[in-house]
């Protein structure tokens, strides 16, 4: 049918902020590692640490996390390559090394990997375009320009990759609905926008596109029900809520939401007996939904959470470390 599709929020659900009952649920994701999910998703281990971890930080309970576990773990997983693993024995990928680089940013503890190497791995991952791979010879995605920018953004070695270039790839994939896509031609989705306004903004290039165009294109994706979708016909989710706010707060765009039916939303997809948050209200918690939906509401300047960084989903406390920023 016409009538775009969309979630319903219950009535009885949360209208309020569980921060406790977050907090509790993402020190449990960590703790029992005997249980199915912790056995099951070590394939998303150095992830899944860096979306609880900057889900304690938005909250401002990094000092409840095991630093010296994460620590230990993280050490353990760089490889010979000088890439970064989602777990031990597992092969490097863009997406985990820039998961540790963000842990270890938000612990201020970069000392602990070899960081020339974790470049000489980035490096190694662009090609002539100026596109980048997600581990060595693999699929080309504009998410690994982001991954890899963003590396080398926090360990401040950005004039190691070829930078001109991996902008004009990104704008390669910029579409004429304002908004990009995976390579040059794909279609739009909301999780590319962010990753490539993502890599224009570390860049200082925000002004290479057509903001307004873009801002129109993502103030499309909010549904009667305040939340926002990645494409259009999907059904809202809350991670597709930080794409969306995160890429038009990059644009000073993030007036063009619906605040109150956003905060209703998010609110509503928290769960009230297990603490986290899921993709759409009624579904099971996750931590990266978790993180997503308290990034989401502090970009909203929902009251008792710390202020983040749209580009890099961290607290802009983690994010201001350096002296440079
Ligand atoms: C449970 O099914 C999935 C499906 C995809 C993935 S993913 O790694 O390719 N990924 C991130 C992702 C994670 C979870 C999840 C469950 C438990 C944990 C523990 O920390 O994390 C769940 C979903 C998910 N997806 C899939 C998704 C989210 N909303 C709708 N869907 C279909 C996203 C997916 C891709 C991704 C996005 C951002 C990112 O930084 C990394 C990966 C992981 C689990
Ligand atoms: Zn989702």
Redesign the pocket.
Known sequence: NLARRDVPIPCNAPKELLKEKHVEFILK?GRDKQSYEYIM?EY?RM??MY??LAALDVMGKVDEADKEEILRIIKACQNEDGGIAAAEQHDSHI?HTLCAVQVLTILNRLDIIDVDAVVNYTKGLQNEDGSFCGEKGNEIDTRFSLCALATLHFLDRLDEVNVEKAIDYVLSCYNFDGGFGTRPGSESHA?QVYCCLGVLAITGCLEKIDVYRTGEWLAERQCPSGGLCGRPEKLP?V?YSWWVLASLAMIDKLHWINRDSMIKFILACQDDEMGGFA?RPGDMP????TVFGLSGLSLLKFEGLEPVDPVFCMTKKAVGRFGFM
Do not use: R, V, Y
């Not at 996750?286 to 939904?289: A, I, S």
């Open positions: 994701c998703s998303l992830s899944g979306w609880c997406l999780g989710d991670c993709d996750d931590p990266f939904h």
